[in-house]
């Protein structure tokens, strides 16, 4: 029998609560679009995976990636930025250059 899917996520003071699809910084309501959880979802289930945009643009697109950087790059900036915004003093994402991305350890 399988592990029940957990249904909370967290990492370093974000929660992302998968039954309601809210997410919060440290009590503090963090507003995010759909592809934007999806992202986090995605990067708090792998916590040691480092994803390449390709990765993450057809796990959370669904679509096959033809070279659409610009999509995945706004979506990660939007990310970090709201992150900062809630908390400053935290870094959650790294740019592993000309690789992608993957969750600050």
Same mark, same amino acid.
Request: net charge positive; no cysteine.
């Given at each position: =029998? ?6 909370? %996520?967290?990492?370093? $003071? ?29 990067? #708090? ?9 390709? $990765? ?9 990636? %033809? ?12 990310? =970090?930025?709201?992150?900062?915004? #809630?908390?400053?003093? $935290?870094?959650?994402?790294?740019? !592993? ?6 969750? !600050?350890?």
């Amino acid at each position: =029998r399988k592990a029940a899917e957990p249904k909370i %996520l967290t990492y370093k $003071n974000l929660t992302l609560d998968l039954i309601s699809g809210t997410a919060a910084v440290s009590g503090k309501t963090l507003t995010l679009t759909s592809k934007e959880f999806a992202i986090l979802e995605l990067m #708090l289930k792998n916590p040691a995976k480092l994803w390449s945009k390709a $990765n993450l643009f057809e796990s959370v697109w669904g679509e096959n990636y %033809l070279s659409d950087e610009n999509t995945v790059k706004v979506h990660m900036s939007n990310i =970090r930025s709201k992150l900062k915004k #809630l908390d400053p003093d $935290n870094e959650y994402i790294e740019t !592993v250059w000309g690789m992608g991305y993957r969750l !600050v350890t």
